[in-house]
């Protein structure tokens, strides 16, 4: 089963920008859609931002227009840009991918606080 890896999580101040990165251990062929999620204190997990085959997207409505999500293949990488961060998007986002062969697979996490 392919590994996720999440980096680049931080605190950034309201209105600030940051890029997600997750990292897959091998080749991303067999990757059916990818995805981020993210889970606030106390709240469920939500979904932010879903990539499906033929690059199709699909956002949460709270961040449609503030993040976006991409793909490099090359790299086996995934990234979330957000932008005009707003303190409510501080939460643990996690990296998702489902597979051709069926299963699927998340990373630990990263925390992102946005505060001043």
């Known amino acids: 089963q392919v590994q996720l890896v999440e980096s680049g999580g931080g605190l950034v101040q309201p209105g600030g920008s940051l890029r997600l990165s997750c990292a897959a251990s091998e080749s991303t062929f067999n990757i059916y859609t990818q995805g981020w999620y993210r889970q606030a204190p106390g709240k469920q997990r939500e979904l932010v931002a879903i990539?499906?085959?033929?690059?199709?997207?699909n956002y949460a409505g709270s961040v449609k227009g503030r993040f976006t999500i991409s793909v490099d293949n090359a790299k086996n990488t995934v990234y979330l840009q957000m932008n005009s961060l707003k303190p409510e998007d501080t939460a643990v986002y996690y990296c998702h991918a489902t597979f051709y062969s069926g299963g699927e697979s998340w990373g630990p996490g990263t925390q992102v606080i946005v505060s001043s």
């Open positions: 990539s499906t085959p033929g690059g199709m997207t």
